[in-house]
């Protein structure tokens, strides 16, 4: 029962990593829109899974609340942005797309590194997922470094809340309500700021490659 | 997902030959026992143009698309003359054209068959007696029917291959 | 009436893989015809090109040396030696001990090697560009096989094929493991980019320029062009029983007794339908993609076979 | 009695060398001598490894320790299988290159003497015979700058070439800096007694602190690692191996650059006994990248015997591959794993001697048909050097891993021990062996895209110039030569029942890796090749027959079948156009074209294209001239700085240079006067 349940949770965590790596490889704003759902989606069905098993209302509450605004608000909100700004395609990011994709990996592994010692105290039957959303983490900030478009950089932000949110479900089965509804809304906070401020970047160079912010500095 | 639901609501679009043709049902008929011998119903067809005007190749994309659907008789068009059993050639032979299209026949092994197709490759049409021209295909290799119209249908194109069929050597 | 033994059987069952081959094919095209809307070529349409091809003469290059004519008896042959290794309907074969996941995996970069030279020795243009790209995509997926392998055997304890299909038997937990899950995922893509299948290469094209493995074979013809292409099919096979029977085991025999050889005969034809029919939606939906974006694929693959690892190493 | 013959083969045909300088007499002799050295090298060390008693090491003994200033002698009693292992890859790559040497030399008629390379040929191999062979600090010294002079020697042949000359510079500045490495790490471990003998060392070296150990091991790992040709140490190799005469390059590339493997096992295992993790670690980490970027570089290069050349680099990363793992596991206290990297390693040592002395060999060869090493000048060779080609064929296969030969089971060993590696408890550490197998894998693809390109375009297509339009087969005895080590391939691969367990009882023993008897496998078809820790089993015996088989059956099959047997010569289809040139085939350039921009991150490729018009009309190209660099990384960004340092310093120093004898003798006085003060304050 137990290693089933665990299995589960490794598959669900692998699939919410893989649509973070999805990021690094597709260029189209659709396709990482879609990722960042289905990332979500999968985010949720394995907080569905560990209230199921651990019988926690709280998870429950969460479950829903990240699929209804991660899985289904959210990214109706960025399609309505893409379609506002032209250029559907990522600029040439600052790492090529192989290579972003090979070091992806290598973040992954360096999370297991850096986890491997939590994981040989820890005894919950979660605990093997954990290294996947720390590489999440990881993975999702190399996006938010790597590349251009401040859309992009928007979802990578998105994916990195994400991680967080599994790696304290993964660690502690839910962390207190407050705190994740919390940490929602300061993400939604987040995301409307800088729904804001892409807007302005698109007003003042127009064009939403953050690049052209280096002539502020000139 | 959009893509495969249209697919299905699509369904098939391959026509069967018009009834009103007896001629070439009974042709595909006798041909597919005739050709099952030799080219076993896999017929390479190697397309040369050898100066037309691109009349006639439009037709014969027809062909391959999916009304006419000719693979469905085992044909399909190949890469390189080497894979092919059968040229299918148009337009009036031009004096660029006639090397190439001797190496192609030259390139192809045997056994082989010509099929001529349009007008132009039969009387080389309009162009006949151009400076350009080196003459109708006939004159620079072997034909083995010419399949005539300005362009021919895709049907008739078919007829001609499968008349060439037809009278193609058999293995014994 | 004495049971076969199991040198019969893997006989049999490389016999077996050679008569397939091309019914897959036929399967795949005539799935895709269909998925065009068109009526398509029926099931049986390549043994009647591969019986139509060993009829036909043989046109040789007059530029080619005997490497040429060579080459095609060694793909032939090289595929038809892994065919003797992968478990096509019973394990452990007696040849297990042969050869492990490695030897087939270089057995078949020896054919690859000899179609490769065998492309540059007309002189041709084309066949050179297809042997550079060819050899390129070769090179680029053989390090996402060997992490494919490495975590498959850390998962059975061995390189063996054998002992991969008897350890996933005992074990049916691990087919869902995530890193057996992952490792097949990689090596679904490897499988596309080795045989020549879209996004890395389209089988159909006529395009000389976008061609990888058709434009290394384009001086071939007659015989010769037949145990390319059969060799080619075979090849899409063993990928496919590879990919059937060592993630998803069940229903390869484990005793030579009738029942279990024809109950393993029909789960391993099911398994290469519906594998047939993943490729064929799959190649529907996908565009091909440029030469130097194949790359960017192949890492897709390297990062999902490292995952399969990093992930086995906790399972273990 | 064998190696006094040993000596005496090599002494004579040095002699004969200096005798005769010219003629067939001198080119029989002197290879004659080498091919009689090389002879009783093998002898002594198959009996070693094998076990044979043939009682000729204690001979030796005896006469070494006369001197007193010997302390021990040259050869240890009984001698160590290790050595016996090198001894042996030096005696088989000189039978095959001193054979190979007469036809080779014999184009030098009436240009060049045979006085030099000669006698410095067999002084060569004699010197790389004594140095496994060694048992003290000076000995090795001697033999191992031997082997350095020599050789030098060897690469100046063509000292007419700006090009040899520079060669030849890097060549000596690497060597003279890795022995400063090696001497240090020497005399660091030298004992207070003063005893150079090795075992005296090895007892030394267990009472240093761990912290002196690994200095040591890295003095040495830098020293001998240079002379492997390691990355980022290997800049002198890709230009001093082609620079040489061919059958001196298939020795240095194919033995010399082992005795540097040979030196990190003399140190890593007997003398300092094993060592922390780390120093595998390091080894392992190194080797990986030696193969990917020694891969990587041969795939941009278009002269045949650089290519070769950077080969070789890739190789012995895959040696040091499995000999780091080896030391990794053996750390970790993982014996039978560690017995598994160590022999793939020394497997392999074995194996590319073979191959890459064949393809040496090879290109050689082709060198002496077309009198070009570019290989944009070459192609259809197949034709007029059908045998050269089939040669070259086998150890292009054989380098690029695959089956049946031998450079597939010694990869095999290695790949095997990798996975193994899942067993190191410590897995932050275990994550390096897939990451190794993931670049040795790619390595060895990008091995076989790199000799499909070095065997097309060479032999195969159409001849791209005069000079290989009128190529012509090799003489005899090259031709000889080639085959002996293409056999070797093949039957190197297949003896791999008899190779693993000997060379798992050679390093049995060394710093405490179990003994022999843990490594066994029987002599049968049906026994398949495993050695304990493997997690896999192969028979290579049985895929060289079947596939034998298999090309047997398939034309009698077709036969039976009665399938067409019509066969048509034609022109190569090129869609009809008119006629073929040898323009229209692609190049080396073009075929490695698609790496080149996938692995740009590393190249940072520049083209220049200049293309000359017509002076009518600009639709009408003239000629095209195109070129493609890549960047050196090593050369501009590490070995260039401190060149130009190095200049600017030696120009200050310039200041005391005045041309006066007396000056200079003052010097001379100055030094000896704080030599000896030090020395006195050192005392009291």
């Known amino acids: 029962m137990d290693s089933a349940f665990g299995q589960l949770t490794v598959l669900g965590s692998s699939l919410v990593l893989l649509c973070g790596l999805t ?133 990578g932000f998105l994916a990195l809340e994400n991680g967080i949110a599994l790696l304290a479900m993964l660690g502690t089965y839910g962390i207190p309500f407050i705190v994740e509804v919390g940490v929602f809304l300061d993400a939604l906070m987040g995301f409307l700021v800088m729904q804001i401020v892409i807007y302005r970047i698109q007003e003042t160079f127009e064009s939403i490659d953050v690049e052209q912010l280096n002539r502020l500095s000139q | 997902m959009g893509l495969l639901s249209k697919i299905f609501r699509t369904g098939i679009v ?26 076993g119903r896999a017929l390479g067809i190697r397309e040369v143009d050898a100066g037309s005007c691109n009349g006639c190749e439009i037709e014969i994309s027809g062909l391959m698309g999916p009304v006419y659907d000719s693979e469905r008789f085992g044909f399909h068009f190949v890469a390189s003359p080497r894979h092919a059993d059968l040229l299918l050639v148009t337009g009036p032979v031009t004096r660029n054209m006639e090397v190439p299209l001797r190496k192609t026949y030259e390139a192809t092994p045997s056994p082989k068959l010509v099929v001529a197709v349009g007008d132009c490759a039969h009387t080389c049409g309009v162009f006949k007696g151009s400076y350009a021209v080196a003459g109708s295909v006939d004159q620079i290799i072997p034909v083995d029917v010419f399949v005539d119209g300005c362009p021919p249908e895709p049907a008739d194109i078919l007829r001609g291959i499968l008349t060439a069929l037809g009278r193609a050597p058999q293995a014994s | 009436m004495p049971l076969p033994t199991g040198y019969t059987v893997a006989i049999a069952q490389t016999a077996l893989a050679l008569f397939l081959a091309p019914g897959l094919v036929g399967l795949i095209r005539w799935l895709k015809a269909r998925l065009q809307n068109r009526r398509g070529a029926p099931v049986w349409q390549p043994y009647l090109e591969l019986r139509k091809l060993f009829a036909k003469e043989v046109v040789v290059s007059s530029n080619a040396s005997w490497l040429f004519r060579v080459a095609p008896f060694v793909v032939f042959a090289s595929t038809v030696a892994v065919a003797f290794l992968v478990p096509v309907l019973a394990v452990p074969s007696p040849f297990d001990p042969v050869g492990d996941l490695l030897v087939v995996v270089y057995l078949l970069l020896l054919g690859t090697f000899f179609l490769a030279l065998a492309g540059l020795d007309p002189g041709s243009a084309f066949g050179g560009m297809g042997s550079s790209r060819e050899m390129t995509v070769a090179a680029l997926s053989e390090p996402t096989v060997a992490l494919a392998i490495f975590a498959l055997a850390l998962g059975a304890g061995s390189t063996n094929l054998g002992q991969i299909v008897a350890r996933t038997m005992a074990d049916p937990a691990a087919a869902v493991s995530p890193g057996y899950l992952l490792a097949f995922g990689a090596l679904f893509v490897v499988t596309l980019a080795e045989n020549g299948r879209l996004p890395v290469d389209n089988p159909a094209t006529h395009l000389e320029l976008t ?78 993609l440029r030469l130097f974006r194949v790359p960017e694929l192949l890492a897709v693959s390297f990062v999902l076979a490292v995952l399969a690892i990093t992930v086995s190493f906790l399972v273990r | 009695m064998i190696f006094l013959l040993m000596v005496a083969g090599y002494l004579f045909g040095a002699l004969a060398a200096l005798l005769f300088a010219r003629g067939w007499v001198a080119r029989w002799l002197t290879a004659a001598g080498a091919i009689i050295g090389g002879a009783c090298a093998v002898t002594l060390a198959v009996a070693e490894v ?83 062979l060694a048992e003290n600090i000076l000995w090795f010294v001697l033999f191992w700058e031997g082997m350095a002079v020599t050789s030098y020697l060897l690469v100046m042949t063509e000292a007419e070439e700006p090009e040899t000359v520079h060669a030849g510079n890097w060549y000596l500045g690497m060597t003279q800096f890795g022995l400063g490495f090696i001497l240090a790490a020497f005399f660091l471990l030298l004992p207070p007694d003063g005893s150079g003998d090795f075992t005296a060392l090895a007892k030394h070296a267990a009472t240093l602190s761990p912290g002196l150990k690994s200095l040591v091991f890295v003095l040495a790992l830098i020293g001998f690692g240079s002379k492997a040709g390691l990355v980022p140490l290997h800049v002198w190799l890709p230009s001093a191996h082609p620079a040489a005469p061919s059958h001196v390059s298939a020795l240095m590339s194919g033995v010399m650059i082992k005795l ?47 290519l070769l050349a950077y080969h070789s680099i890739e190789n012995i990363g895959i040696i040091f591959i499995g000999v780091g793992a080896g030391m990794m596991f053996l750390s970790y206290d993982l014996p039978a794993l560690a017995v598994l990297g160590f022999v793939g390693g020394l497997y392999h040592t074995i194996n590319h001697a073979c191959f890459k002395g064949l393809l040496f060999l090879g290109a050689g060869s082709v060198l002496h048909a077309t009198h070009t090493r570019n290989m944009e000048e070459m192609g259809g060779l197949i034709k007029r050097m059908p045998r050269t080609a089939l040669f070259f064929l086998v150890g292009a296969a054989a380098i690029s891993a695959l089956p049946p030969l031998n450079g597939f089971v010694s990869e095999w060993v290695v790949f095997q021990a990798l996975l193994g590696g899942a067993s190191i408890p410590q897995r932050e550490v275990a994550v390096l062996m897939p990451i190794a197998v993931a670049m040795l894998a790619l390595a060895s693809g990008l091995a076989a895209a790199c000799f499909v390109k070095a065997f097309g375009i060479t032999f195969l297509g159409i001849a791209r110039s005069h000079e290989a339009e009128q190529a012509r087969e090799a003489p005899v005895s090259m031709q000889v030569a ?177 041309g006066s004898l007396h000056a200079y003798l003052t010097y001379l006085v100055a030094a000896l006067v704080i030599m000896l003060g030090l020395l006195m304050l050192w005392g009291s």
Not at chain 4, 80 to 93: D, E, M, R, T
Not at chain 4, 283 to 304: F, K, P
Not at chain 4, 508 to 529: C, E, F, M, N, Q
Request: hydrophobic share 55%; with cysteine; proline share 6%.
């Open chain 1, 23 to 155: 990021l690094l490889w597709r260029r189209g704003s659709a396709a990482h829109i879609g990722a960042f759902a289905a990332q979500s989606v999968a985010l949720a069905a394995t907080a569905g899974l560990i209230a199921v098993v651990t019988g926690s209302r709280e998870l429950w509450v969460v479950a829903v609340i990240l699929l209804g605004l991660k899985g289904i608000l959210m990214p109706i909100l960025l399609k309505r942005m893409d379609r506002r700004f032209g250029s559907p395609r990522e600029l040439e990011p600052y790492v090529n797309t192989a290579t972003s994709l090979v070091i992806g990996g290598l973040l992954v592994v360096l999370a297991y590194i850096v986890t491997w010692p939590i994981l040989d105290v820890s005894r919950l039957p979660t605990r093997a997922g954990m290294p996947l959303a720390m590489g999440l983490i990881f993975v999702s900030l190399f996006v938010i470094i790597s590349r251009k478009k401040a859309l992009t950089q928007v979802i």
């Open chain 3, 211 to 288: 061609m990888i493995h058709e434009a290394m074979i384009l001086e071939y013809s007659g015989r010769y062009l037949a145990l390319i292409e059969w060799a080619a099919w075979l090849k899409v096979l063993l990928f496919f029983s590879l990919l059937g029977n060592l993630f998803v085991p069940w229903g390869v025999a484990t005793v030579l007794t009738p029942s279990a050889l024809g109950w393993a005969l029909a789960t391993l034809l099911a398994k290469l339908v519906v594998l047939a029919v993943v490729l064929a939606v799959f190649e529907t939906r996908v565009a091909k």
């Open chain 4, 260 to 306: 540097g493997v040979y030196g990190v096992l003399l140190f890593g295992l007997r003398l300092l006994g094993g060592g922390p993790a780390w120093w595998g670690g390091l080894v392992l980490t190194l080797g990986a990248v030696s193969a990917l970027l020694g891969v990587l570089y041969a795939l941009m290069e278009h002269d045949l015997k650089r």
């Open chain 4, 482 to 658: 080639m085959a002996a080590l293409a056999l070797a391939c093949v039957v190197l691969g297949a003896a791999a029942y008899a190779m693993v367990p000997a060379l798992g009882r050679v390093v049995a023993g060394l710093a405490g890796l179990p003994p022999a008897s843990a490594v066994t496998v029987s002599w049968s078809l049906r026994v398949p090749l495993s050695a304990p820790g493997a997690v896999g089993q192969i028979s290579p015996l049985p895929i060289l027959l079947g596939l034998a088989l298999l090309l047997v059956a398939i034309p009698i099959g077709l036969w039976l079948s009665r399938a067409s047997r019509a066969l048509r010569v034609s022109d190569t289809w090129g869609c009809g156009r008119i006629a073929q040139t040898p323009r229209m085939q692609y190049t080396a350039a073009a075929f490695a074209e698609p790496l080149r921009r996938i692995f740009a991150a590393l190249y940072r490729p520049t083209e220049d294209v200049s293309i000359d018009f017509h002076p009518e009309s600009r639709y009408f190209v003239q000629s095209i001239a195109y070129r493609a660099h890549i960047i050196p990384w090593f050369e501009r960004y590490l070995y260039d700085p401190v060149i130009d340092r190095v200049i600017a310093w030696a120009a200050r120093v310039r200041a005391i240079q005045s």
């Open chain 2, 14 to 39: 391959t026509e069967a030959f018009p009834p009103g043709d007896p001629q070439i049902v009974h042709l595909v008929r006798e041909v597919d026992l005739r050709s099952r011998r030799l080219f």
């Open chain 4, 50 to 132: 094998f076990g044979f008693d043939i009682g000729s090491f204690q001979i030796i003994v005896v006469l070494a320790r006369r001197p007193w200033w010997l302390q021990g002698g040259v050869i240890q009693d009984p001698a160590q299988p290790l050595s016996a292992v090198f001894l042996g890859v030096v005696g088989a790559i000189a039978i095959p290159a001193a054979l190979y040497s007469i036809g080779y030399t014999r184009a030098w008629e009436g240009r060049r003497s045979l006085r030099m390379p000669g006698a410095m040929l067999n002084l060569f191999l004699l010197s790389m015979s004594l140095v496994p």
